[in-house]
């Protein structure tokens, strides 16, 4: 039996944003905590509203918005209103952050597309084998059992690339990017 199992873990897109938040050094959930928001999951209770606002906070890791009353914040002014100092992103910083937001998409993607590429070969493979026990004359079937095995250890190979750049922690080690982010940088330069 082929089995394919992926490796499995958050995804590069949700990494980026921890790696971030330890960046920036600012949490929206923290901020929102500090300052006197009951957080619950991705939601918090409204602190401008007057009653009845629970949970009307829907906030992403850079704003907060209140569906009641319209309240909104990022996490600069709520980091400001708590008198912390805040440094304003740099443009390289703004610039590095878009790409690896970018990469870890693209990285995301590409395990997708093999994983499932590979589940087809394996797949068909069975099936093969199947009809091989039946008719070991078919053409088509030892055809299709030589595409998986000769794709097989390439594709293992991509996925095992792939799952390394999801795990490595590329954002916070900038000066040594992995070779896939390079490679990646250089063919996506814009
Ligand atoms: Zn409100």
Redesign the pocket.
């Known amino acids: 039996m082929v089995r394919v199992t992926p490796r499995r873990g958050a995804s590069a897109s949700s990494r980026v944003a921890r790696s971030l938040e330890r960046c920036v050094g600012m949490s929206m959930r923290a901020l929102l905590q500090e300052s006197g928001h009951r957080v619950h999951g991705n939601r918090a209770d ?1 602190r ?2 007057k009653g009845g ?1 629970r949970s ?2 829907s906030f992403t890791n850079e704003v907060a918005y ?1 569906h ?2 319209a ?1 909104t914040a990022n996490t600069v002014m709520l980091s400001k209103g708590l008198g912390k100092t805040v440094e304003p992103e740099s443009v390289e910083k703004r610039a590095a952050r878009t790409k690896a937001v970018r990469f870890g998409q693209w990285v995301d993607s590409r395990h997708r597309e093999v994983s499932s590429r590979y589940r087809s070969l394996g797949r068909m493979a069975e099936i093969a084998k199947d009809v091989l026990i039946r008719f070991p004359e078919s053409g088509a079937a030892w055809a299709a059992l030589a595409r998986f095995y000769h794709k097989e250890a390439r594709l293992a190979a991509m996925l095992d690339v792939l799952s390394f750049a999801k795990a490595s922690q590329w954002l916070e080690t900038a000066a040594t990017p992995v070779a896939l982010f390079e490679k990646w940088g250089a063919s996506n330069a814009r």
Do not use: E, L
């Open positions: 409204c401008n509203c606002s009307t906070v209140c009641r009353c309240w």
